[in-house]
């Protein structure tokens, strides 16, 4: 097996919204041994249709692999490759940080100036914060916060994301 | 407006859709099913013994006749029965309408009797699969599954039949069209790229076509053999494409792959096109992905986009329906000159022929000569084995005669139930199985169904007392450490081999055809083989089991060592 072009890729995926169909496609990716980096689903403006944002980190023949197996599947209605197109692309993470001295409170405050995230919740000795913004910069906070901080505990999202208008009317 | 049960429904749907056979077996959850089936006589309802067989059956009566094979199953065990059955089907795509039942819809998921989730069990094996959640979709799906099944490329499709959904009563009608926004197979080919394809085969110097199943599945043979009349382009075949073109035509050289001709892997490894139709590559066919077809521009067509370099990577695909592919090439193809490459096709044949070393005592090469001198129509169907293996070495598949095989899944107990199968779609065909003794045990009790439905089917098994294929492996590869191959082998006689006698084999096949009202034959010798299928070639109504036995050492070759590539067989003539 070559691994021309191992990266992080994404797809967005229209499909049926029904019982079932998450497993389907998780399922796909495990019994293919496809990597699932997230996956992301909720409803569209059509009740009837959901829509997924997936991550996989694969090289250039799995990716094509993947689509097309994705496509396959009678419940996606339509699969589209980020790769090549301009897209709005964010990740919800919070993170709780507990046993803080006030310095470390302090720190916290300005780490959420930095990256432009709100403190939510306030406690004696823990603060919670609230990040939006890519999925690389919440792994780069992840990284810097378990350095800097003794007792963090982290839940993230996965990043939703759709095609950008401004890029595609120039 | 007037209102039905699911159960009725569903009677109807399958009168609409044509079903004329139904392979079902009964449970608390599909009863009133079963209860709806008696009321009616447009579908013959065949009871086998034991769900894993059942659809096997459906499945050969799919692959035999066109049609849609129809299950009818209980929840729990009746379902996950269907497992192997639905891989075999997938991995071959055949098409299959499979209906299970399952628990009232307020029983699911707390793990009631006979309750399982077969959708998410199956999700893997099947092209689709859905509970009905609702009666009001009954309908619907119903009638997508059946499109879904039959289109694009084939494929089971399961659907899950709540008992109380079933019971409720609702619209009547069964729906005319089907519209799945999700589902729109491409089969129409892409005349640029096909002529691009045809330029490149016209300035080929060794172009060689590697035909799969699909030319088979599509009913493209006739449009297929014209296209090499015109071109003059020499054929090798997986095993499921054989008989896609004549195995006596002049440019068919034979099956390539693991137990392929030498010449086939020969032409594989030198030819400048591979002109591909309908495979998948699979690591049985390739061996090593890096050595193979080394020098060759690949072409490949096939319905399944997924298909095309999934495992080798191709210069052209086309994306289409074999029989559509092949239609539109007829307009535009010219003849190539292919005189020098089949002479070296020519060579390679004389130096390596495919075929086994003559013996005084009879081999099954003997048995597969008379078939094909006896025979001039013929569904042939094969358990997994060794016997399969010769069988697709040596049994001639011409348009009367065709093989029917688990290619793709390599189901042993495939064999007797597909028998069946074949006959029930097709009863003026002689229908022959060859089943290896192994293979023949795992579905034995489809003689009661074979007896009580008067199928006079000819049930070949080549006893060699052995798990012929794994001992081979063991014989070649692992010091002829003979660990679980040996069928008689048991508590006498076990950490003992060699050194006491060995038990006696058991079953007695003759006497088990008898006790299931079938007539068996036990051939020894050469001489006896054809008599023996002179009397079963008779039979009216009664099922016959042959019983050839067959020296264990009788190996099949060529062989590649697993993971081994093309140009690397093991010979024995």
């Known amino acids: 097996?070559?691994?021309?072009?191992?990266?992080?890729?994404?797809?967005?995926?229209?499909?049926?919204?029904?019982?079932?169909?998450?497993?389907?496609?998780?399922?796909?990716?495990?019994?293919?041994?496809?990597?699932?980096?997230?996956?992301?689903?909720?409803?569209?403006?059509?009740?009837?249709?959901?829509?997924?944002?997936?991550?996989?980190?694969?090289?250039?023949?799995?990716?094509?692999?993947?689509?097309?197996?994705?496509?396959?599947?009678?419940?996606?209605?339509?699969?589209?490759?980020?790769?090549?197109?301009?897209?709005?692309?964010?990740?919800?993470m919070y993170v709780k940080v507990r046993r803080c001295s006030a310095s470390d409170k302090t720190e916290l405050f300005q780490i959420a100036e930095t990256f432009k995230a709100k403190v939510i919740d306030y406690g004696r000795d823990s603060l919670l914060l609230e990040f939006v913004q890519t999925a690389t910069k919440n792994d780069a906070v992840v990284k810097l916060m378990k350095e800097e901080f003794k007792s963090i505990e982290v839940v993230r999202g996965g990043s939703v994301g759709i095609e950008s208008i401004s890029f595609m009317e120039r | 407006m007037r209102k039905i049960s699911g159960n009725k429904l569903l009677v109807k749907a399958l009168k609409e859709e044509g079903v004329d056979t139904?392979?079902?077996?009964?449970?608390?959850?599909?009863?009133?099913?079963?209860?709806?089936?008696?009321?009616?006589?447009?579908?013959?309802?065949?009871?086998?013994?034991?769900?894993?067989?059942?659809?096997?059956?459906?499945?050969?009566?799919?692959?035999?006749?066109?049609?849609?094979?129809?299950?009818?199953?209980?929840?729990?065990?009746?379902?996950?029965?269907?497992?192997?059955?639905?891989?075999?089907?997938?991995?071959?795509?055949?098409?299959?309408?499979?209906?299970?039942?399952?628990?009232?819809?307020?029983?699911?998921?707390?793990d009631a009797f006979q309750e399982v989730d077969i959708v998410?069990?199956?999700?893997?094996?099947?092209?689709?699969?859905?509970?009905?959640?609702?009666?009001?979709?009954?309908?619907?799906?119903?009638?997508?599954?059946?499109?879904?099944?039959?289109?694009?490329?084939?494929?089971?499709?399961?659907?899950?039949?709540?008992?109380?959904?079933?019971?409720?009563?609702?619209?009547?009608?069964?729906?005319?069209?089907?519209?799945?926004?999700?589902?729109?197979?491409?089969?129409?080919?892409?005349?640029?790229?096909?002529?691009?394809?045809?330029?490149?085969?016209?300035?080929?110097?060794?172009?060689?076509?590697?035909?799969?199943?699909?030319?088979?599945?599509?009913?493209?043979?006739?449009?297929?053999?014209?296209?090499?009349?015109?071109?003059?382009?020499?054929?090798?075949?997986?095993?499921?494409?054989?008989?896609?073109?004549?195995?006596?035509?002049?440019?068919?050289?034979?099956?390539?792959?693991?137990?392929?001709?030498?010449?086939?892997?020969?032409?594989?490894?030198?030819?400048?096109?591979?002109?591909?139709?309908?495979?998948?590559?699979?690591?049985?066919?390739?061996?090593?992905?890096?050595?193979?077809?080394p020098k060759a521009k690949i072409i490949h067509i096939d319905i399944d986009t997924a298909a095309i370099s999934k495992n080798v990577q191709v210069d052209v695909p086309i994306v289409a329906d074999a029989r559509d592919a092949i239609t539109r090439m007829l307009e535009y193809v010219e003849p190539c000159n292919t005189e020098k490459w089949m002479n070296q096709i020519q060579e390679w044949k004389e130096e390596h022929p495919l075929t086994m070393r003559e013996k005084p005592v009879m081999t099954p090469k003997h048995v597969i000569d008379t078939i094909n001198r006896m025979f001039d129509e013929a569904i042939i169907v094969t358990d997994v084995g060794q016997h399969q293996m010769f069988v697709s070495q040596f049994a001639e598949i011409t348009p009367k005669k065709k093989l029917l095989t688990s290619g793709g899944l390599g189901t042993m107990g495939y064999g007797l139930p597909g028998a069946i199968g074949a006959k029930l779609g097709n009863p003026d065909i002689p229908v022959i199985s060859i089943s290896g003794d192994g293979g023949m045990q795992m579905n034995i009790q489809e003689l009661a169904t074979a007896v009580l439905e008067e199928l006079p089917i000819i049930s070949c098994i080549f006893n060699n007392n052995n798990l012929g294929m794994v001992r081979q492996w063991q014989k070649l590869f692992y010091g002829k450490r003979y660990s679980m191959t040996c069928l008689h082998s048991g508590a006498a006689c076990r950490g003992r081999c060699g050194e006491v006698e060995c038990p006696p084999y058991t079953p007695d096949f003759i006497k088990l055809a008898e006790s299931y009202g079938a007539k068996g034959i036990r051939i020894t010798k050469k001489e006896e083989i054809e008599p023996a299928f002179q009397e079963a070639m008779a039979s009216e109504k009664t099922p016959y089991i042959l019983e050839f036995e067959i020296d264990p050492e009788d190996l099949v070759y060529p062989m590649i060592e697993p993971g081994g590539t093309l140009q690397d067989l093991i010979m024995d003539c």
């Open chain 1, 1 to 92: 097996m070559n691994h021309n072009g191992m990266k992080k890729r994404w797809i967005s995926l229209y499909v049926e919204n029904q019982v079932g169909v998450l497993s389907k496609i998780s399922g796909l990716f495990s019994g293919k041994s496809y990597n699932l980096d997230s996956l992301t689903v909720g409803t569209t403006e059509d009740p009837t249709v959901s829509r997924m944002t997936i991550a996989t980190v694969s090289d250039d023949e799995t990716f094509e692999q993947i689509k097309k197996q994705l496509n396959r599947l009678v419940e996606v209605i339509k699969v589209i490759d980020f790769t090549d197109v301009f897209v709005r692309m964010k990740e919800i």
């Open chain 2, 22 to 110: 139904l392979f079902g077996y009964p449970g608390a959850c599909t009863i009133d099913i079963s209860d709806e089936l008696y009321k009616q006589d447009f579908t013959r309802v065949i009871l086998p013994r034991q769900e894993v067989a059942l659809v096997h059956e459906a499945d050969a009566y799919a692959r035999s006749t066109g049609k849609v094979g129809v299950c009818l199953v209980t929840s729990g065990p009746g379902a996950t029965n269907l497992v192997t059955g639905l891989a075999t089907a997938y991995y071959d795509s055949v098409p299959l309408v499979c209906f299970t039942g399952q628990v009232a819809r307020h029983l699911i998921g707390n």
């Open chain 2, 120 to 293: 998410g069990i199956t999700r893997s094996i099947t092209k689709y699969g859905v509970t009905v959640r609702d009666r009001k979709d009954l309908g619907r799906i119903v009638k997508e599954a059946f499109y879904i099944a039959r289109t694009g490329r084939p494929g089971p499709v399961l659907i899950d039949l709540p008992k109380d959904v079933m019971a409720e009563l609702g619209d009547a009608e069964y729906p005319s069209e089907v519209n799945i926004r999700g589902y729109k197979p491409n089969t129409i080919a892409h005349v640029g790229q096909l002529k691009r394809a045809i330029k490149m085969l016209n300035k080929a110097k060794r172009p060689l076509f590697l035909i799969g199943g699909g030319v088979n599945i599509a009913n493209a043979r006739e449009e297929f053999t014209e296209l090499v009349r015109i071109t003059n382009v020499p054929v090798v075949t997986t095993i499921m494409g054989r008989g896609a073109i004549s195995t006596d035509h002049p440019l068919y050289i034979g099956n390539l792959g693991m137990h392929g001709a030498y010449a086939c892997n020969m032409a594989v490894s030198e030819c400048d096109i591979l002109f591909s139709i309908g495979t998948r590559f699979n690591d049985r066919i390739t061996g090593k992905l890096h050595s193979f077809a």
